[in-house]
Every structure is written in C-alpha cells, then in structure tokens.
C-alpha cells in the first residue's frame, strides 16, 4: 500500500509560523534571568601553557563534537597563533568554574582556545602558509617548531608564555538557576561570527550521559535518520537533536509547559544530565520504539515535512508507546492524516506556535490520535 500523504494536507507551516518555530532553535526566549548572588565573576590572566595544562588534566571540557561544527578555518587558526607569537593584544576568553568539582566551561573563545590547543598540543599540527604571519610559522609544523632550531624554539614558548585575559564565573553546575544564568551568557556572547543555537549552548553546558545518548541516537539510529531527511529545512546543527530532547520533555512534562521553551528544556535537560547506564538504555529503548513508529506515521513518500508537525507526531507516538496494539504502518498514517485533518490542530499551528495554549492544545489532539497505536 502507497502510504503517501494524501495531496490535500499541507505538510509545510505557513511562513511566518515555520519562520517562528525556527527562532526558538535558535534564540533564548523570555525576560533574562537576574545574575543569581552565589555567582561570582573575576578576571585573571592564564597563560597558553596553563589553559592548555587545564585541557590536558581533563578540568576544562571542550567539545569535539561541537568544535567541528563551529571551529575557525585553518587559515583563521595560523593568523591567531601568529597573533599570540607577535604579542598582539588578544580579547579576552569567558570561562566558567563550577567551584565545587573544579570543572571548567568555555563560555566564549572555543575558536581561539581549540586553536591552543592545537598548536601546544603533542599531535602534529601545520599552520598554513600564508603571506601575512610570521616567515618560520609559515607550513610549519607545531612539533617541528617545538623540537627546532633555537629561533622556532622561541617562537613555540612565546605562545606558550603568552598570556590572556580570562574572566571566570565561579559557580555551581548542579543549581538550575546558574546553569540557565550561563546559558544566557553564551547566548550573548556568542552572537558574532557563527551564532549558536540553543541545542550547540546545551550541548557545551548539560554535558553528561544524557547528552551523549541524544547525540549518539540522532546520528546511528536508521529510522530516525529517514526522519531527519524529511524535515523541512535545516536540521544541522544539532537542531535534529534538540527535536528528539522536544519530544521528551513535552512527552513527560506536558503541564509544566509555561511558554518559555528554552528555559522548559534547559530544566529538563539539567534534571537527566548524569541518567545511569540502565536508565540510559531504557532510554535508548523508547527513542528507538518511537522512531521505528514515527516513520511509518509520516507516510513512504519524500515530501518535506514542518518540524512542528513531526514533534507533534513524535509525542503522540511516543505517549502511546506502552499501548497493548501493534499498530500497523497504515494504521500509524491514518493516525497521522487524521491528526493533520483536525481543524483544533491546524489552528494551533497557524500562528503563536511555541505559545502555552497553542503547544498544549496541538499535542493534545496527537496524544488522542495516537492513542489506539
């Protein structure tokens, strides 16, 4: 059976709610939290050595994953370095210190910290060669400069004993109200050059089993990733991510939905960061259940779908999991046609889209839809 989606259902938003439906990927929402008291902000100065002996001690976290997502062109990398070796003035990088494990964050300076690290680090790394950086930097390798002649020796411990300005914020990474105070502090930070999304800002900040779970599942699971081609528009980005984290909090935690999304999911995702290894596979479990399910309810065809849509469908699907029928394909599509049909959802999805009532009322009528699967 062709389980196309029948040509009278419009699966794309009108733009002005898929353009708002994008924005809460993307942008922190609300009034900004207060700084709360307990949290303490100080500058110093570190030099390249000492931020790179944080990294190698495993106490500052970076992200790989995050990194080849936003990292700087080599190009940008080589003229830094080169920077740090002139002694040219560098701004200063924002870090936060959770006092009582001693972890460190990198809030704002990933670029310029992956850079260091690249350059001290013992793995072989070239600069490129470029015109306007310094003659014995240019297609060397960091080895060859650190284990060189006298001059590249000397070019290698000035990065190493340069010195930057760092402002930290001492905190607590288990409070809920600094952990979303930084989350509002790399929003702001980082709005130049590649601005961050909420899922990126998560990603550094709720780090943990929880986290590595969502990622790993959105990039290995087959029946999710036939999902991630049908969404209409980008899902790079760890958006496609920051979809699976929607349906589970709004699966979960429905009636606490006040309208701020960022701040409902930063809660949530706070609340599981460190799940133990037999919540975690229950966890795989589920998500594996709802994709497997959730394919079969888009339909066989190709056509693009809005996000909204598929997070409804996913809630839907996923509230309905523990359901004794198993549900064929094209019982699962009719599920979906007829949650599309409904005029109480389209009019929850035509305008206000992450609104309390209009989130509310719209997943209401998937978790009814779904409720015979």
């Known amino acids: 059976m062709n389980t196309e989606v029948k040509p009278d259902i419009s699966l794309q938003l009108e733009k002005t709610a898929e353009d708002e439906y994008r924005n809460t990927l993307d942008e922190a929402q609300g009034a900004e939290p207060i700084p709360p008291a307990d949290i303490v902000s100080y500058n ?65 300076g990933l670029q310029r910290m992956s850079s260091i690290i690249s350059f001290l680090s013992d793995q072989p790394w070239r600069l490129r060669s470029l015109e306007d950086i310094h003659p014995l930097l240019r297609g060397s390798r960091n080895i060859d400069l650190k284990n060189g002649n006298p001059d590249q020796q000397r070019l290698f411990t ?121 919540q975690i596979e229950q966890l795989q479990t589920r998500l594996e259940k709802m994709s497997q399910r959730a394919v079969h ?29 198993e549900a064929s394909k094209e019982t699962l599509h009719g599920n979906f046609l007829r949650m599309m049909r409904r005029d109480n959802f389209a009019e929850a999805a035509r305008y206000a889209v992450a609104s309390e009532a209009n989130v509310k009322s719209r997943l209401a009528v998937a978790i009814e839809e779904f409720k015979m699967v």
């Open 44 to 108: 110093e100065l570190r030099s390249c050595a000492d931020l790179f002996r944080l990294f190698d001690t495993d106490k500052l976290e970076i992200q790989p994953d995050f990194q080849r997502e936003v990292v700087w062109k080599p190009n940008d990398q080589s003229r830094f370095i080169d920077s740090l070796v002139k002694q040219l003035p560098i701004p200063s990088m924002c870090f936060s210190l959770d006092y009582k494990t001693q972890k460190w964050k990198v809030i704002d």
């Open 158 to 278: 000035t990065v190493q004993d340069v010195s930057i300005p760092i402002t930290v914020l001492r905190c607590d990474y288990s409070q809920p109200a600094h952990m979303q105070y930084l989350f509002t502090i790399f929003h702001r930070l980082n709005s130049g050059g590649v601005r961050l999304n909420n899922q990126e800002i998560r990603n550094c900040i709720y780090t943990g089993s929880f986290n590595t779970c969502l990622k790993e599942f959105d990039s290995k699971d087959p029946s999710w990733i036939k999902i991630k081609k049908r969404i209409w528009g980008s899902a790079n980005r760890f958006r496609s991510v920051e979809l699976l984290l929607r349906a589970l909090a709004l699966t979960e935690n429905l009636e606490e939905y006040d309208g701020n999304l960022a701040r409902f999911l930063n809660n949530y995702m706070h609340e599981r960061a460190g799940l133990g290894e037999g």
């Open 297 to 325: 309810a888009l339909g066989s065809g190709s056509t693009k779908i809005s996000m909204t849509f598929i997070e409804a469908t996913l809630v839907g699907v996923l509230s309905n999991l523990n359901s004794p029928l």
